[in-house]
């Protein structure tokens, strides 16, 4: 079927979308799935009824009692074989001047120019040993997305996974630990 045109685009170039089984439930699932957390793990540790006047919690920053602050950004594994990584969604503690300048700029379209600033994870990423405190370096992109996490190269599972990727079946991997946890 040499010369076949689907959209416009030769079939050599036109891609499946993302699928895969999942290892609990057996189900096929399309599209490159992506966990995150709603607010850094330290926002949890705040009694509930103490959040509202302790916490100012954005949809891209965190301020816990006007002294710690977080960000918002995705640790992105490469998918061997993927356009698409796999992609969790975080928070990484800053340092007061990294934050300043983080908000100076964060607003701005074009704003990749800037940084990188060095900060803690603050999330914990239950398939792996523990997350927290994990160096990292919070990298702005531009045109409003989402900063990108680089974690330190370390031996952790978690940052071993970013620089080396994942295959397809570890992606049904953590799908099946996130969304069916204990086999259910």
Same mark, same amino acid.
């Given at each position: 079927?040499? =010369? ?14 993302? @699928? ?31 959040? %509202?006047? /302790? ?8 301020? &816990? +009692?006007?002294? #710690?602050?977080? !960000? *918002? ?5 490469? !998918?061997? =074989? $993927? %356009? $698409? ?14 934050? &300043?300048?983080?908000? @100076?700029?964060?607003?701005? +379209?074009?704003?990749?120019? !800037? ?6 994870? +603050? ?15 919070? #990298?702005? *992109? +531009?045109?409003?997305? /989402? ?15 970013? *620089? ?5 079946? *570890?992606? %049904? ?12």
């Amino acid at each position: 079927m040499a =010369g076949l045109i689907i959209a416009n685009l030769p079939t050599s170039s036109f891609k499946m979308p993302f @699928k895969f089984k999942c290892n609990s439930c057996g189900e096929m699932h399309e599209g490159m799935p992506s966990f995150g957390a709603h607010a850094p793990l330290s926002y949890y540790e705040i009694p509930e009824g103490e959040r %509202a006047t /302790r916490c100012d919690l954005g949809s891209d920053d965190c301020v &816990i +009692d006007k002294q #710690h602050v977080f !960000v *918002r950004g995705c640790i992105e594994i490469p !998918v061997k =074989g $993927e %356009a $698409e990584p796999f992609s969790w969604g975080v928070w990484v503690s800053l340092s007061d001047a990294n934050f &300043i300048e983080w908000l @100076k700029y964060f607003e701005q +379209d074009k704003r990749s120019q !800037v940084g990188p600033f060095f900060g803690w994870l +603050d999330a914990w990423l239950k398939p792996y040993p523990d997350t927290m405190n994990l160096k990292t370096m919070v #990298h702005l *992109r +531009d045109d409003g997305i /989402r900063p990108y996490i680089e974690l330190e190269p370390t031996d952790h599972p978690l940052a071993v996974e970013q *620089r080396n990727g994942i295959t397809v079946e *570890r992606v %049904a991997e953590l799908y099946s630990v996130m969304m069916h946890p204990m086999g259910k």
